[in-house]
């Protein structure tokens, strides 16, 4: 039994599966339950192919300052390009849902990529007990951050989509997605797990005030006062 992949699911599910349970417990009713969870398992596959992606740039730019800047920078680009052509594909892009389905498509990718990261992390670095605990500790924040941070920028793309904006929402899922990857660079340099944790600064508020309370509540308030 490998027991460091087991740790790696866990520590990588748990926080997408915990956003799920907070902030999709409460939106319970307003959305199709099915294609949410269909659209995170397409996560899951396309979380796959970035964190593929991430460890060849990872393996290729290893101590390079400038490439290692300049590889995150076309790496976030790519990531969003990626969430915006399955969203925006024509069978999607009339649905009203389609927010929803980028929060849930972001989950998914989000906890992939952490498995993959982590179990990396487990299988080549030497690690006495103390120090696996306290990694994996480091490791379920970072988790926490990287399914935040690409739920809102799936939300926020999706939001575009439905009110003919998509531009100006895929930019500023760049941007966020861009300023997020500088914190990864002690991820390429291989520094210690405790660098890691810059990321959750940034996700964590922009998941919870400008999605959760700036966008999917606000969504909630207008379709009861409809009814």
């Not at 660098?195 to 606000?218: A, D, E």
């Amino acid at each position: 039994m490998d027991v460091d992949f087991y740790i790696a699911s866990l520590i990588g599910f748990l926080p997408s599966f915990g956003i799920l349970y907070f902030i999709w417990g409460k939106m319970e009713g307003y959305f199709n339950e099915k294609a949410l969870f269909f659209n995170y398992f397409i996560g899951w596959l396309m979380g796959i192919v970035i964190a593929v992606f991430f460890l060849l740039i990872k393996s290729s730019v290893f101590n390079l300052l400038d490439l290692s800047i300049i590889s995150l920078i076309f790496f976030a680009i790519f990531t969003e390009m990626f969430k915006f052509i399955y969203l925006n594909m024509p069978s999607k892009r009339e649905l009203k849902e389609i927010p929803y389905h980028g929060f849930s498509l972001g989950l998914g990718i989000g906890a992939i990529w952490s498995v993959a990261l982590i179990y990396q992390y487990f299988i080549s670095a030497p690690l006495s007990q103390k120090d696996y605990i306290l990694a994996s500790l480091c490791f379920l924040l970072f988790s926490l951050s990287l399914s935040s941070i690409h739920a809102s920028t799936g939300t926020w793309i999706g939001e575009g989509i439905i009110r003919k904006n998509s531009e100006a929402s895929l930019l500023k899922a760049f941007l966020a997605q861009i300023l997020f990857n500088l914190t990864l660079l002690p991820i390429v340099w291989g520094f210690s797990p405790l660098w890691y944790l810059g990321g959750i600064f940034i996700s964590l508020p922009l998941l919870y005030y400008k999605v959760y309370r700036g966008y999917l509540l606000k969504v909630k308030g207008k379709r009861r006062s409809a009814a």
